[in-house]
T-cell receptor, first 113, second 113 residues
Framework: DSGVTQTPKHLITATGQRVTLRCSPR?????VYWYQQSLDQGLQFLIQ???????AKGNILERFSAQQFPDLHSELNLSSLELGDSALYFC????????????FGPGTRLTVL | DQQVKQNSPSLSVQEGRISILNCDYT??????FLWYKKYPAEGPTFLIS?????DKNEDGRFTVFLNKSAKHLSLHIVPSQPGDSAVYFC????????????FGTGTRLKVLA
């Protein structure tokens, strides 16, 4: 158990819909990262927040957005969903934002039908 | 543009023998590298890391070697155990810039009893 929690574990929805994925970092961690893992693909970095502020941005689509709240939990919002958005979405957290080890949550499996 | 490549999607090794997992990168600015292990239905778990100022880092049965001139790193597991069967991801990042990690696509290791 990494100490990072993600909800829900599974999500099935239809194209065009909007969903919100939630992540609670390990106690004391200030950074939250979001990753997408599509079938047979590596982990694609989406976005990082550090202490409530956006710190780094990766290959995140404009239809996707994220935020980190004062209690440090984070939400990833995916809108106008397409079939290709079906993937595992992982959240990770670390103490700081430099070379600190990232601890991953168990992931949310999103299926878009 | 895959900056971190794991060219072997799978590897099978006999229990007790050495497992060698390889990773190549293209960005010469990368100066910190990590290996993660992932079991099915779980998030990736940090295994071992290496900074570019070193060429070797050891932790128990796991050793990571870094060859900066060849832009190549490898993970050695000795001796391999059935519990090591998992998908292994290498990741790289540059300490200057946006601090984001770039992950490879993973190598599925199967240790045969």
């Amino acid at each position: 158990d990494s100490g990072v929690t993600q909800t829900p574990k599974h999500l099935i929805t239809a194209t065009g819909q909007r969903v919100t994925l939630r992540c609670s970092p390990r106690s004391g961690d200030l950074s939250v990262y979001w990753y997408q893992q599509s079938l047979d693909q590596g982990l694609q970095f989406l976005i990082q927040y550090y202490n409530g502020e956006e710190r780094a941005k990766g290959n995140i689509l404009e239809r996707f957005s994220a935020q980190q709240f004062p209690d440090l939990h984070s939400e990833l919002n995916l809108s106008s969903l397409e079939l290709g958005d079906s993937a595992l979405y992982f959240c990770a957290s670390s103490v700081g934002s430099n070379t600190d080890t990232q601890y991953f949550g168990p992931g949310t499996r999103l299926t878009v039908l | 543009d895959q900056q971190v490549k794991q060219n072997s999607p799978s590897l099978s090794v006999q229990e007790g023998r050495i497992s060698i997992l390889n990773c190549d990168y293209t960005n010469s600015m990368f100066d910190y590298f990590l290996w993660y292990k992932k079991y099915p239905a779980e998030g990736p778990t940090f295994l071992i890391s290496i900074s570019s100022i070193k060429d070797k880092n050891e932790d128990g049965r796991f050793t990571v070697f870094l060859n900066k001139s060849a832009k190549h790193l490898s993970l050695h597991i000795v001796p391999s155990q059935p519990g090591d069967s998992a998908v292994y991801f290498c990741a790289a990042r540059a300490t200057s810039g946006t601090y984001k990690y770039i992950f490879g696509t993973g190598t599925r290791l199967k240790v045969l009893a």
